[in-house]
């Protein structure tokens, strides 16, 4: 197998609870024929609010790009 297969899907998270798809939000079980070498170390928990977020959307930063930045009420 060659070097550069290993960890080549930059828009999939490996994780505790399975790989997150970054480009939809899906989390499907964990896959060895994915290659992936490295994990997070926490499951996502796609219920939890995250106040860095929501404060980061009431003060924009003009270091962000706002493309970079989802925010919803």
């Known amino acids: 197998m060659p ?3 290993l960890d080549a899907r930059p828009y999939e998270l490996n994780t ?3 790989v997150v798809d970054l480009r939809t939000g899906a989390l499907r ?3 060895p024929g994915l290659l992936h070498t490295r994990s997070t ?3 996502p928990d796609f219920e939890r609010r995250s ?3 929501i404060n980061s959307c009431a003060t924009p930063s003009v270091t962000t ?3 970079r930045v989802t925010c919803s009420g």
Do not use: R, V
């Open 16 to 18: 505790p609870a399975g």
């Open 65 to 67: 790009p706002t493309w």
């Open 51 to 53: 106040e860095a977020l």
């Open 3 to 5: 070097f550069a297969a």
């Open 41 to 43: 170390a926490a499951a």
């Open 29 to 31: 079980p964990a896959d």
